[in-house]
């Protein structure tokens, strides 16, 4: 039965638009992202300040960064603050010229992630940050640059002049600061720039996903009324109880199927174009302040992980409405209301932000809440946000299945 | 095999669309007759569990029907009156689709499928999809669907409502193949479509069972005679206005109507034997079939 649930939708026009939209997407996510087009401009810049595209700049870069591989110690921040000054020392580094500043970056691309990370160590506050903060430091010390992080978290959150001061309770505070100094040091560093284009991107698939998938679940019960079908269905041995399910396993099913498929190609095409070393790098490499400690794949397996959970609560959510109204119009516009209404009211308030956080979209998103510090206070105890939405947003998902099935199972023709 | 209804009722917010309808039904066709409105819809949505009565009783062999649940839908067969379907589906698919709803296997399905097409001479739209098809051969669809179980119930809701007159004899010949061992209950408001088939006919008005019984049992409980009259143009209307007219035919110089009256209406009306239309429109009146049927 659930072949055949799958052909209703497929076998419409609006389905096989639907499908081929998705595969669009998929194929474009995937051009965009190896071809350096998207959030991370994967580029190398060449002797002549021109900026290079392509498999060739990325084995260039990635021979760049090569040279930068190992642990971010004494001797490595050492060796990139006085390479910086060398270059900055040079004609080209001196240059207001744009043509020979590039040349200048072009020979900073292998230890830019570096440099970008001693920038935002040595700024001023926790929220600032200086691009030429490292052009200005001539000595470095490996225990400064770490223990910048933290100090910088504890003097803004214990600055009463900061928001910041009133907005996280003394255990939030303890627990921003514990989870800063659990993060293992010193860093190690490798190419990543792979990792790094994929969760940057990682969301945008996920979230155009969900919409198109939206559209096809959103007539699996309503369609059985706006077709009229509704009257034989009902009437038969199973149209209330397995064939029901069916309906449920089809939409499932269909999530499941479109959403790996797509991530994993995805996933296969960026890292397999950009490389797939660095994994084992940690996320602050390129999110500095993340409260997560975790590595570029750990961060791709919650990334996939996360995005899922809330495709599939998104898909239960449309079917259920679906089921509810009768109306796929309606069920339709549950996943846009839902991804939608939270980037208008974003910024408004703290505790609205930690509200929106919670919202199933923010699970699309895992990456760009690495940065982020919202936490939830229960019975005492700190949690991220990303740490309590993912289980309740599987638990609702599981929860929302039996309620879809006694509702469309109960339906009375009038 | 019996199929009792006791006492049933259905009421929407004050409105009883059935009241108080109780009759019972065994191998046989039953046709169920009565205006736009008068309840037929909501009985048989009652009777195929799409919707629960407000009291009332619906027993199959004395086991509640709603009780019985899918042992009872298993005996069920339904044409619903908006014969609702797949439109991407092909009738094969449409058919496999419904089979595995009704819990055939696919093997016997396949075998079922195969016979009924036949049977509604579908076998080259086989593969036509649904949305393509005409109004005759979606309803022979519709017919095909009801009778996958082969049903012991078969409840057709106006089975011949937007038919052609050659669509409407072919549909009508092959319910009557198809009612064997089994009970048919066929609503209508067209009174030439159970006329021939059904053995017992019930008329319902205003949700209620007015009279049930052979053909012949009706027409003969009609308290009133039928008259053949011939009229001039000028009296024609006061005839329409005086007397139930079940039937105007123009003739050179006036009309012939055939008037339903206790006592000879004009001096040289005949009196002829009563129709099923006649009793029709004896108990539902000249307006009988104008509204749009919603219950």
Known sequence: ?414 | MDLRISNLTKDFDGFKAVNNFSYSLDCGVYGLLGVNGAGKTTLMRMLTTLMKPTSGHITWDGEDVFAMDGKYRMLLGYLPQDFGYYPDFSVYDYLMYIAALKGIRPAVARQRVKELLKQVGLVKARNKKMKTLSGGMKRRAGIAQAMLNDPKILILDEPTAGLDPSERIRFRNLISELSEDRIVLLSTHIVSDIEYIANDILLMKDGQLVISGTSEDIIDSMPESVWISRVSKSSIDVCLKRFKVSNVKTVPGGAELRIISRKQPTENAIQVDATLEDVFLYYFGERAGEDDDSV
């Open chain 1, 1 to 414: 039965m659930i072949r055949y649930e799958l052909k209703k939708i497929f076998g419409s026009v609006g389905g096989k638009i639907a499908l081929g939209l998705y595969i669009a997407t998929v194929i474009l996510s995937c051009f965009l992202a190896a071809n350096g087009f998207m959030n991370v401009d994967v580029k190398w810049v060449n002797e002549q300040g021109e900026s290079e595209r392509g498999f060739q700049a990325v084995q260039k870069l990635r021979e760049a960064r090569n040279e930068w591989e190992g642990y971010l110690d004494q001797e490595m921040l050492t060796k990139a603050i006085q390479e910086n000054s060398r270059i900055n020392a040079t004609p080209e580094g001196q240059s207001s010229n744009v043509q020979k500043s590039n040349i200048a970056y072009g020979w900073k691309q292998g230890f830019s992630p570096i440099r970008e990370m001693i920038n935002r160590s040595y700024s001023v506050g926790f929220r600032t940050y200086d691009y030429y903060r490292a052009d200005r430091i001539s000595v470095i010390k490996e225990e400064t640059f770490y223990g910048n992080r933290t100090r910088q978290l504890k003097d803004w959150l214990y600055d009463k002049t900061d928001v910041a001061y009133d907005l996280y309770t003394e255990a939030e505070k303890q627990y921003l600061i514990g989870q800063y100094e659990k993060l293992e040091t010193p860093f190690y560093v490798d190419y990543h720039d792979g990792w790094y284009q994929f969760l940057e991107n990682a969301a945008l698939l996920p979230m155009l996903g969900i919409l198109i998938i939206g559209y096809m679940v959103a007539g699996i019960f309503s369609n059985e009324f706006k077709w009229k079908a509704d009257t034989v269905y009902f009437s038969t041995l199973l149209g209330r109880n397995k064939a029901t399910s069916s309906k449920i396993k089809a939409g499932l099913l269909l999530v499941t199927v479109l959403y790996w498929a797509a991530m994993l190609i995805y996933s296969f095409v960026t890292l397999g174009y950009l490389g797939f070393e660095g994994g084992n790098c940690v996320v602050q490499l390129r999110v500095w302040k993340s409260l997560y400690n975790i590595t570029f794949w750990q961060a791709w397996v919650l990334t996939l992980i996360c995005g899922y959970i809330g495709n599939l609560f998104l898909t239960a959510l449309t079917m259920f409405i679906s089921a509810k109204t009768k109306s796929s119009v309606i069920a339709v516009t549950t996943p846009f209301v839902i991804m939608f209404i939270p980037s208008f009211l974003q910024g408004m308030t703290d505790w609205l932000d930690t509200v929106i956080a919670m919202m199933p979209v923010s699970l699309l998103e895992f990456y760009q809440h690495l940065g982020t510090f919202n936490l939830i206070t229960i019975f005492g105890k700190v949690f991220r946000v990303m740490d309590v939405s993912l289980p309740l947003y599987a638990i609702l998902t599981v929860a929302l299945v039996p309620v879809i099935y006694q509702e469309f199972r109960r339906k009375q023709i009038v």
